[in-house]
Protein backbone atom coordinates (compact mmCIF):
# COMPACT_ATOMS: atom_id res chain seq x y z
CA UNK A 1 0.00 0.00 0.00
CA UNK A 2 1.16 3.88 -0.49
CA UNK A 3 -0.41 6.28 0.85
CA UNK A 4 0.92 10.43 1.21
CA UNK A 5 0.93 10.59 4.60
CA UNK A 6 0.64 7.97 6.90
CA UNK A 7 -0.72 8.79 10.06
CA UNK A 8 -0.51 6.33 13.69
CA UNK A 9 -3.09 7.14 16.19
CA UNK A 10 -7.11 7.69 15.41
CA UNK A 11 -7.62 10.42 18.63
CA UNK A 12 -8.24 13.86 17.52
CA UNK A 13 -5.06 15.32 15.96
CA UNK A 14 -4.85 12.24 13.71
CA UNK A 15 -8.42 12.18 12.47
CA UNK A 16 -8.74 15.84 12.44
CA UNK A 17 -5.29 16.22 10.33
CA UNK A 18 -6.33 13.22 7.85
CA UNK A 19 -10.00 15.46 7.20
CA UNK A 20 -8.11 18.69 6.49
CA UNK A 21 -5.28 16.77 4.32
CA UNK A 22 -8.41 15.36 2.54
CA UNK A 23 -9.84 18.53 2.13
CA UNK A 24 -6.92 19.78 0.15
CA UNK A 25 -6.70 17.19 -1.65
CA UNK A 26 -3.64 15.26 -0.11
CA UNK A 27 -4.29 11.32 0.88
CA UNK A 28 -3.57 9.50 3.91
CA UNK A 29 -4.03 6.52 6.05
CA UNK A 30 -5.20 6.62 9.99
CA UNK A 31 -4.53 3.17 11.59
CA UNK A 32 -5.30 2.65 15.79
CA UNK A 33 -4.56 0.12 18.48
CA UNK A 34 -8.41 0.24 19.30
CA UNK A 35 -11.69 -0.53 17.88
CA UNK A 36 -13.99 2.21 16.79
CA UNK A 37 -16.08 1.18 19.36
CA UNK A 38 -13.83 1.63 22.26
CA UNK A 39 -12.23 5.28 20.39
CA UNK A 40 -16.01 6.43 20.69
CA UNK A 41 -16.92 5.47 23.83
CA UNK A 42 -14.14 6.45 26.32
CA UNK A 43 -14.96 9.09 28.24
CA UNK A 44 -12.04 12.31 28.58
CA UNK A 45 -12.42 15.72 28.73
CA UNK A 46 -15.42 18.18 27.16
CA UNK A 47 -14.14 21.61 26.60
CA UNK A 48 -13.63 22.88 23.62
CA UNK A 49 -12.00 26.38 22.83
CA UNK A 50 -13.38 29.03 20.28
CA UNK A 51 -10.29 28.31 18.30
CA UNK A 52 -11.30 24.36 17.87
CA UNK A 53 -15.11 25.07 17.84
CA UNK A 54 -14.51 27.92 14.24
CA UNK A 55 -12.20 24.76 12.78
CA UNK A 56 -14.44 22.10 13.54
CA UNK A 57 -17.45 24.41 11.90
CA UNK A 58 -14.90 25.83 9.25
CA UNK A 59 -14.22 22.06 8.13
CA UNK A 60 -18.00 20.85 8.03
CA UNK A 61 -17.54 18.30 11.42
CA UNK A 62 -19.48 20.98 13.51
CA UNK A 63 -23.04 20.25 13.19
CA UNK A 64 -23.61 18.21 16.11
CA UNK A 65 -21.54 20.49 18.33
CA UNK A 66 -23.46 23.40 17.33
CA UNK A 67 -26.85 21.77 18.14
CA UNK A 68 -25.64 19.63 21.38
CA UNK A 69 -22.47 21.66 22.58
CA UNK A 70 -23.28 24.52 25.06
CA UNK A 71 -21.38 27.54 25.00
CA UNK A 72 -19.95 29.22 28.00
CA UNK A 73 -19.40 32.74 28.57
CA UNK A 74 -18.24 32.91 31.88
CA UNK A 75 -15.96 30.23 34.91
CA UNK A 76 -16.57 30.17 38.10
CA UNK A 77 -13.74 30.71 40.64
CA UNK A 78 -15.06 29.69 44.32
CA UNK A 79 -12.40 30.76 47.26
CA UNK A 80 -12.65 32.62 50.61
CA UNK A 81 -16.10 31.43 50.93
CA UNK A 82 -17.50 33.06 47.97
CA UNK A 83 -17.95 32.86 44.27
CA UNK A 84 -16.72 35.10 41.65
CA UNK A 85 -17.85 34.47 37.87
CA UNK A 86 -14.83 35.58 35.46
CA UNK A 87 -16.93 37.63 32.37
CA UNK A 88 -14.64 35.60 29.33
CA UNK A 89 -16.77 36.85 26.76
CA UNK A 90 -16.74 40.30 27.48
CA UNK A 91 -13.02 40.21 28.78
CA UNK A 92 -11.60 38.67 25.67
CA UNK A 93 -14.03 40.76 23.19
CA UNK A 94 -16.57 38.09 22.25
CA UNK A 95 -14.51 34.61 22.93
CA UNK A 96 -15.85 31.92 24.97
CA UNK A 97 -16.05 28.28 25.34
CA UNK A 98 -18.25 25.21 24.02
CA UNK A 99 -18.81 22.26 26.70
CA UNK A 100 -18.94 18.97 24.01
CA UNK A 101 -17.29 16.24 25.07
CA UNK A 102 -14.20 14.38 23.53
CA UNK A 103 -15.82 10.92 22.37
CA UNK A 104 -18.21 13.32 20.75
CA UNK A 105 -15.67 15.02 18.89
CA UNK A 106 -14.36 11.45 17.78
CA UNK A 107 -17.52 10.23 17.00
CA UNK A 108 -17.87 13.13 14.39
CA UNK A 109 -14.79 13.31 12.50
CA UNK A 110 -14.79 9.94 11.93
CA UNK A 111 -18.47 9.58 10.78
CA UNK A 112 -17.36 12.42 8.35
CA UNK A 113 -13.94 10.47 7.11
CA UNK A 114 -15.71 7.28 6.26
CA UNK A 115 -18.33 8.97 4.64
CA UNK A 116 -15.53 10.97 2.62
CA UNK A 117 -14.25 7.45 1.60
CA UNK A 118 -11.51 7.95 3.86
CA UNK A 119 -8.69 5.09 4.57
CA UNK A 120 -9.21 4.11 8.86
CA UNK A 121 -8.41 0.47 10.01
CA UNK A 122 -9.23 0.32 13.54
CA UNK A 123 -8.19 -2.89 15.44
CA UNK A 124 -4.78 -2.58 14.27
CA UNK A 125 -1.30 -4.42 15.81
CA UNK A 126 2.22 -5.17 15.68
CA UNK A 127 2.75 -1.48 14.62
CA UNK A 128 6.46 -0.67 13.11
CA UNK A 129 7.52 2.59 11.57
CA UNK A 130 10.63 2.67 9.82
CA UNK A 131 13.09 4.97 7.89
CA UNK A 132 11.60 8.14 9.12
CA UNK A 133 15.42 9.01 8.62
CA UNK A 134 14.75 8.48 4.72
CA UNK A 135 12.31 10.06 2.47
CA UNK A 136 9.95 6.99 1.68
CA UNK A 137 9.12 5.72 5.42
CA UNK A 138 7.19 2.89 6.03
CA UNK A 139 4.14 1.63 8.59
CA UNK A 140 4.00 -2.36 8.96
CA UNK A 141 1.44 -3.46 10.88
CA UNK A 142 -1.20 -6.56 11.12
CA UNK A 143 -4.42 -6.05 10.44
CA UNK A 144 -7.74 -8.52 10.12
CA UNK A 145 -5.15 -11.24 10.72
CA UNK A 146 -3.36 -9.70 7.28
CA UNK A 147 0.43 -8.02 7.72
CA UNK A 148 0.62 -5.06 5.49
CA UNK A 149 3.41 -2.40 4.59
CA UNK A 150 2.38 1.37 4.16
CA UNK A 151 4.81 3.74 2.09
CA UNK A 152 4.56 7.18 2.96
CA UNK A 153 5.87 10.16 2.67
CA UNK A 154 5.47 11.60 5.76
CA UNK A 155 4.36 9.59 9.24
CA UNK A 156 2.13 11.58 11.80
CA UNK A 157 2.75 10.27 15.49
CA UNK A 158 -0.47 10.95 16.90
CA UNK A 159 -0.79 7.60 19.13
CA UNK A 160 -1.05 9.56 22.24
CA UNK A 161 0.57 9.75 25.65
CA UNK A 162 1.41 6.21 25.53
CA UNK A 163 3.44 6.81 22.52
CA UNK A 164 5.85 4.38 20.72
CA UNK A 165 6.46 6.84 17.70
CA UNK A 166 8.42 9.44 20.10
CA UNK A 167 10.68 6.84 20.92
CA UNK A 168 11.72 7.06 17.26
CA UNK A 169 13.46 9.96 17.91
CA UNK A 170 16.71 10.06 19.23
CA UNK A 171 17.14 10.33 23.24
CA UNK A 172 19.47 13.08 24.13
CA UNK A 173 21.09 13.00 21.17
CA UNK A 174 18.19 14.57 19.47
CA UNK A 175 15.01 14.39 21.62
CA UNK A 176 14.99 16.58 25.41
CA UNK A 177 11.78 15.18 27.79
CA UNK A 178 10.69 17.91 29.92
CA UNK A 179 8.92 16.53 32.57
CA UNK A 180 6.68 17.30 35.90
CA UNK A 181 4.92 14.80 38.55
CA UNK A 182 2.40 16.29 40.73
CA UNK A 183 1.51 15.09 44.31
CA UNK A 184 -1.97 14.41 43.55
CA UNK A 185 -4.83 13.76 41.16
CA UNK A 186 -8.00 14.26 40.01
CA UNK A 187 -11.11 11.25 41.27
CA UNK A 188 -13.16 12.33 38.31
CA UNK A 189 -17.25 11.18 38.58
CA UNK A 190 -20.38 11.22 35.62
CA UNK A 191 -23.48 11.29 37.93
CA UNK A 192 -27.17 11.62 36.53
CA UNK A 193 -28.29 14.75 37.62
CA UNK A 194 -28.80 18.20 36.29
CA UNK A 195 -25.91 21.16 36.49
CA UNK A 196 -25.52 22.20 39.61
CA UNK A 197 -24.61 25.47 37.69
CA UNK A 198 -25.02 26.95 34.66
CA UNK A 199 -21.36 27.54 34.18
CA UNK A 200 -18.45 25.41 35.50
CA UNK A 201 -17.18 26.11 38.80
CA UNK A 202 -13.73 25.92 39.77
CA UNK A 203 -13.01 25.76 43.89
CA UNK A 204 -10.21 26.42 46.05
CA UNK A 205 -10.98 25.05 49.47
CA UNK A 206 -8.77 23.96 52.66
CA UNK A 207 -9.96 20.53 51.79
CA UNK A 208 -8.55 20.58 48.27
CA UNK A 209 -9.78 21.57 44.79
CA UNK A 210 -12.71 20.86 43.05
CA UNK A 211 -14.32 21.37 39.76
CA UNK A 212 -18.18 21.19 38.84
CA UNK A 213 -18.39 20.72 34.86
CA UNK A 214 -21.07 19.20 33.28
CA UNK A 215 -21.81 17.27 29.97
CA UNK A 216 -25.73 17.42 29.21
CA UNK A 217 -28.72 18.58 30.63
CA UNK A 218 -29.20 15.44 32.45
CA UNK A 219 -25.18 14.65 33.64
CA UNK A 220 -22.75 15.76 35.45
CA UNK A 221 -19.43 15.75 35.65
CA UNK A 222 -17.35 16.70 38.82
CA UNK A 223 -13.87 15.76 39.73
CA UNK A 224 -11.88 16.40 43.76
CA UNK A 225 -8.77 16.49 44.46
CA UNK A 226 -6.90 13.09 45.41
CA UNK A 227 -3.79 11.66 46.48
CA UNK A 228 -2.23 9.69 43.33
CA UNK A 229 -3.04 6.47 44.93
CA UNK A 230 -6.13 6.76 46.15
CA UNK A 231 -8.43 3.26 44.93
CA UNK A 232 -12.04 4.17 43.73
CA UNK A 233 -14.08 1.51 45.35
CA UNK A 234 -12.81 2.76 48.72
CA UNK A 235 -15.44 5.69 47.63
CA UNK A 236 -19.32 4.67 48.12
CA UNK A 237 -21.89 7.15 46.22
CA UNK A 238 -22.37 8.82 49.83
CA UNK A 239 -18.56 9.23 50.81
CA UNK A 240 -18.20 11.00 47.51
CA UNK A 241 -21.71 13.57 47.91
CA UNK A 242 -20.22 14.80 51.26
CA UNK A 243 -16.70 14.95 50.29
CA UNK A 244 -17.97 17.68 47.79
CA UNK A 245 -20.62 19.44 50.18
CA UNK A 246 -17.63 19.93 52.46
CA UNK A 247 -15.47 21.53 50.00
CA UNK A 248 -17.93 23.63 47.77
CA UNK A 249 -20.21 24.85 51.18
CA UNK A 250 -18.43 27.41 52.30
CA UNK A 251 -18.78 29.10 48.94
CA UNK A 252 -22.12 29.00 49.00
CA UNK A 253 -22.80 26.91 46.33
CA UNK A 254 -25.33 24.21 45.69
CA UNK A 255 -25.19 20.63 44.56
CA UNK A 256 -27.51 18.49 42.95
CA UNK A 257 -26.71 15.11 43.32
CA UNK A 258 -27.86 11.83 41.87
CA UNK A 259 -26.85 8.11 40.51
CA UNK A 260 -22.77 7.75 40.32
CA UNK A 261 -22.73 5.81 36.97
CA UNK A 262 -18.61 6.18 36.51
CA UNK A 263 -15.78 6.95 39.05
CA UNK A 264 -12.50 7.08 37.59
CA UNK A 265 -9.07 8.44 38.79
CA UNK A 266 -7.16 10.86 36.80
CA UNK A 267 -3.50 11.13 37.32
CA UNK A 268 -1.48 14.66 36.44
CA UNK A 269 1.75 15.07 34.25
CA UNK A 270 3.03 17.94 32.70
CA UNK A 271 5.29 16.62 29.73
CA UNK A 272 7.09 18.49 26.63
CA UNK A 273 8.95 16.41 24.17
CA UNK A 274 11.55 18.45 21.70
CA UNK A 275 11.99 18.44 18.72
CA UNK A 276 8.41 17.48 17.55
CA UNK A 277 9.82 16.60 14.03
CA UNK A 278 12.76 13.77 12.86
CA UNK A 279 13.03 13.34 9.43
CA UNK A 280 9.87 12.92 8.07
CA UNK A 281 8.02 11.96 11.37
CA UNK A 282 6.09 14.77 13.19
CA UNK A 283 4.45 14.04 16.63
CA UNK A 284 0.98 15.29 17.37
CA UNK A 285 -0.64 15.87 20.21
CA UNK A 286 -0.04 13.92 23.38
CA UNK A 287 2.51 12.08 21.92
CA UNK A 288 4.62 15.05 21.92
CA UNK A 289 3.06 16.72 25.46
CA UNK A 290 0.65 16.19 28.15
CA UNK A 291 -1.02 19.14 30.11
CA UNK A 292 -2.59 18.34 33.36
CA UNK A 293 -6.33 18.55 33.18
CA UNK A 294 -6.58 21.78 34.94
CA UNK A 295 -7.93 24.34 32.11
CA UNK A 296 -8.54 21.46 29.55
CA UNK A 297 -6.00 22.36 27.03
CA UNK A 298 -5.27 18.89 25.86
CA UNK A 299 -7.40 17.86 23.72
CA UNK A 300 -7.45 21.58 21.83
CA UNK A 301 -3.88 21.63 21.91
CA UNK A 302 -3.44 18.56 19.66
CA UNK A 303 -6.27 20.52 17.22
CA UNK A 304 -3.69 23.71 17.56
CA UNK A 305 -0.71 21.07 16.49
CA UNK A 306 -2.38 19.53 13.16
CA UNK A 307 -3.79 22.79 12.12
CA UNK A 308 -0.12 23.99 11.73
CA UNK A 309 0.78 20.53 9.95
CA UNK A 310 -1.86 20.69 7.88
CA UNK A 311 -0.43 24.24 5.75
CA UNK A 312 3.07 22.86 6.20
CA UNK A 313 2.20 19.86 4.62
CA UNK A 314 -0.31 21.46 1.98
CA UNK A 315 2.82 23.99 1.38
CA UNK A 316 4.93 20.90 0.42
CA UNK A 317 2.46 19.46 -1.76
CA UNK A 318 1.59 22.63 -3.47
CA UNK A 319 5.11 24.45 -4.27
CA UNK A 320 7.32 21.21 -2.22
CA UNK A 321 8.16 24.02 -0.21
CA UNK A 322 9.92 22.52 3.02
CA UNK A 323 9.98 25.91 5.08
CA UNK A 324 6.92 25.52 6.77
CA UNK A 325 7.42 21.96 7.53
CA UNK A 326 10.93 22.77 9.06
CA UNK A 327 9.03 25.31 11.34
CA UNK A 328 6.55 22.93 12.62
CA UNK A 329 8.29 22.00 16.07
CA UNK A 330 9.22 26.15 16.74
CA UNK A 331 5.61 27.21 15.73
CA UNK A 332 3.92 24.22 17.61
CA UNK A 333 6.19 24.69 20.99
CA UNK A 334 5.17 28.28 21.18
CA UNK A 335 1.87 27.56 22.32
CA UNK A 336 2.62 24.20 23.73
CA UNK A 337 4.77 25.94 26.26
CA UNK A 338 2.22 28.93 26.91
CA UNK A 339 -0.60 25.90 27.31
CA UNK A 340 2.19 24.26 30.02
CA UNK A 341 2.46 27.44 31.71
CA UNK A 342 -1.58 28.33 32.01
CA UNK A 343 -2.32 24.80 32.89
CA UNK A 344 0.56 24.65 35.55
CA UNK A 345 -0.72 28.28 36.78
CA UNK A 346 -4.12 27.57 37.40
CA UNK A 347 -3.00 23.68 39.16
CA UNK A 348 -1.04 25.70 41.51
CA UNK A 349 -3.03 28.40 42.43
CA UNK A 350 -6.37 26.22 43.15
CA UNK A 351 -4.87 22.59 44.14
CA UNK A 352 -3.86 22.01 47.69
CA UNK A 353 -0.36 21.15 48.14
CA UNK A 354 0.52 18.67 51.10
CA UNK A 355 3.53 20.93 52.21
CA UNK A 356 1.69 23.94 52.09
CA UNK A 357 1.87 26.34 55.01
CA UNK A 358 -0.66 28.83 55.79
CA UNK A 359 1.79 31.72 53.61
CA UNK A 360 1.13 29.36 50.49
CA UNK A 361 -2.83 29.42 51.34
CA UNK A 362 -2.67 32.97 51.94
CA UNK A 363 -0.72 33.79 48.64
CA UNK A 364 -3.08 31.32 46.66
CA UNK A 365 -5.75 34.01 47.85
CA UNK A 366 -4.53 36.79 47.12
CA UNK A 367 -3.45 35.57 43.59
CA UNK A 368 -7.32 33.99 43.36
CA UNK A 369 -8.14 37.76 44.12
CA UNK A 370 -6.48 39.49 41.80
CA UNK A 371 -7.35 37.40 38.97
CA UNK A 372 -10.62 38.22 40.10
CA UNK A 373 -10.84 41.92 40.77
CA UNK A 374 -7.75 43.61 38.26
CA UNK A 375 -9.48 43.29 34.55
CA UNK A 376 -6.08 42.71 33.35
CA UNK A 377 -5.37 39.53 35.17
CA UNK A 378 -8.97 38.33 34.37
CA UNK A 379 -7.92 39.15 30.65
CA UNK A 380 -5.39 37.00 30.93
CA UNK A 381 -6.84 34.44 32.39
CA UNK A 382 -9.77 34.99 29.91
CA UNK A 383 -7.73 35.20 27.07
CA UNK A 384 -5.97 31.88 27.87
CA UNK A 385 -9.00 29.92 28.60
CA UNK A 386 -10.76 30.16 25.82
CA UNK A 387 -7.76 30.04 23.74
CA UNK A 388 -5.18 31.70 21.61
CA UNK A 389 -6.61 32.20 17.77
CA UNK A 390 -5.33 29.56 15.63
CA UNK A 391 -2.83 31.37 13.15
C1 LIG B 1 -13.47 19.43 32.25
C2 LIG B 1 -12.16 19.06 32.45
C3 LIG B 1 -11.24 20.02 32.76
O1 LIG B 1 -9.98 19.68 32.95
C4 LIG B 1 -11.59 21.36 32.86
O2 LIG B 1 -10.64 22.27 33.19
C5 LIG B 1 -12.88 21.72 32.65
C6 LIG B 1 -13.82 20.75 32.35
C7 LIG B 1 -14.48 18.40 31.93
O3 LIG B 1 -14.11 17.23 31.81
O4 LIG B 1 -15.65 18.72 31.83
Redesign the pocket.
Known amino acids: MRTQVGIVGAGPAGLMLSHLLHLRGVESVVIDLQTRESIEQTIK???LEQGTVDLMRRTGVGDRLMRDGFVHHGINLAFSGGLHRINMYELTGGRSVT?YAQHEVLIDLIARRLADGGDVRFGVSDTQVEDVESEQPRIRFTHEGRQETLECDFVIGADGSRTSTRFLIPEGAVRTDFFRQYPFAWFGILAEAPPSSDE?IYAHSERGFV?V??RSPSVQ?LYFQCDPDTVVDDWSDDRIWEEFQARLAPSGAQLTTGRIFKKDVLQFRSFVCEPMQYGRLFLAGDAAHTVP????KGLNLAMADVHVLDRALGAYYDTKDTGLLESYTRTALQRVWRAQWFSFWMTSMLHRFSDASDFDLRRQIAELELVTTSPTAAKTLADNYTGLPLT
Open positions: AGIVLLSTRPTGA
